[in-house]
């Protein structure tokens, strides 16, 4: 995010540390695992592909939120939330980890950012593989914030 005290929320500003706040306590309850800041100019592509999931909310306010995970992470992180061996995963069970995952980081983004009164429809989340390409691209956007999960790069973006 370009101006870390407001996201463009219009009445309800939110800083881009309450959403890493957010990321942080959901990777934390659900993947036991930890995130924090990182600095975008020092982060280089930690990979050649990377899973990029993405979720649409459509209400008071409409925009979509994204996570960007190398696959190494990607593995680990959901072997963390299913308990499960990573020989014992298949693609699909990545998928549906992942989409669980974005699902509850979007529902606690929208009640941070407006409150448990009002009603936003989610679309279906969707898991696209992506290259060095796009994620170099994703990470000079001025709506996505860099993190670092477990010493691995994280690209959060919010587009509202």
């Known amino acids: 995010m370009s101006d870390p005290t407001n996201s463009g929320l219009g009445d309800n500003p939110i800083s881009s540390t309450t959403l890493e706040e957010i990321l942080s306590d959901v990777l934390q309850e ?3 695992m930890f995130a924090e800041h990182g600095e975008s100019e020092a982060v280089e592509a930690p990979a050649a592909s990377f899973m990029y999931a993405r979720i649409q909310f459509d209400g008071p306010c409409s925009g979509r939120l994204g996570l960007v995970f190398t696959p190494n992470l990607c593995s680990e992180l959901i072997t963390n939330m299913l308990g499960m061996d990573s020989e014992d995963l298949e693609e699909e069970d990545i998928a549906d980890a992942l989409k669980e995952l974005l699902n509850v980081v979007c529902g606690k983004f ?9 009603k936003f429809d989610l679309s279906i989340p969707t898991i696209t593989k992506i290259g060095l390409d796009q994620w170099t691209a994703q990470k000079a956007n001025q709506h ?3 993190l670092m ?3 691995e790069v994280v690209l959060f973006e919010l587009r509202l």
């Open 149 to 151: 999960v477990e010493d």
């Open 30 to 32: 659900q993947a036991f």
């Open 110 to 118: 929208l009640i941070a950012a407006f409150g448990p009164m009002l």
């Open 144 to 146: 996505t914030t860099v």
